[in-house]
């Protein structure tokens, strides 16, 4: 859980998924505010006052204070923190919504995971990120989440198939700057998506004003 201040929606659902909960800086009070167990604290927790600072050393199960003058991000702290734990897979809370360069640098940040074998995906509450790697790969239907966009994360993805939406498409190259595959809808309850060489990056998201 990041501190950015976007809004994470729901996490009740993700608390039945997760194993191990951590909390980057302020996202560590973020998620006490939610009702959910702070496993690991991280970061140098510059960001909350000294009531919340002391009520997190009691909630915490483990809390790690970092000097502020560091290398790493929080974020990137608390990413370092589910690798020493041998995630296999990582949901990423609070990344969005805050400054431009901290948001792109933390979405750079799931090619840490991507290339470790390690599932990474940021949500928020219209939006569903994860990076993907050659190969086919399924998709079901979310209705959280109709809208689906394939942007290439690598300057260019070979041979992008994709089956079961409303705009097929079939062994096509994409390149940086390519609009082609935005904004897509599934017209089954799943559908794959494959291709060859590159990085894609999968976009699952909805409008802001949906409820």
């Keep these: 859980m990041g501190s950015s201040p976007d809004s994470p929606g729901d996490l009740s659902e993700y608390d039945k998924k997760i194993n191990i909960w951590i909390g980057a800086d302020r996202g560590a009070i973020t998620l006490i505010e939610r009702q959910i167990r702070v496993d690991y604290a991280v970061g140098d927790f510059d960001s909350i006052t000294d009531i919340e600072k002391r009520m997190l050393m009691d909630y915490a199960v483990s809390m790690e204070e970092y000097p502020s003058e560091k290398a790493e991000t929080d974020l990137e ?5 589910a690798m ?7 949901y990423l809370f609070g990344v969005t919504g805050g400054r431009l360069d901290h948001e792109l640098s933390n ?3 799931l090619y840490s995971f991507v290339t470790k074998g390690i599932r990474g995906m940021i949500v928020n509450e219209n939006n569903y990120l994860e990076l ?11 209705s959280r989440y109709p809208y689906i966009s394939f942007i290439p994360f690598s300057p260019e993805v070979e041979g992008l198939t994709l089956k079961g939406f409303y705009y097929p498409l079939a ?3 994409i390149y940086w700057g ?4 935005i904004s897509n809808e599934l ?5 794959t998506f494959s291709f060859n060489e590159g990085i894609l990056l999968l976009i699952k998201s909805r409008d802001a004003i949906e409820g």
């Design 77 to 81: 702290i608390a990413l370092l923190k």
């Design 84 to 90: 020493e734990l041998n995630a296999d897979q990582v």
């Design 107 to 109: 979405i750079q940040l």
């Design 132 to 142: 993907t790697l050659p190969g086919e790969h399924q998709i079901n239907q979310d």
């Design 171 to 173: 062994n096509q190259d």
């Design 178 to 181: 390519s609009t082609l595959c």
């Design 187 to 191: 017209i089954k309850k799943s559908g």
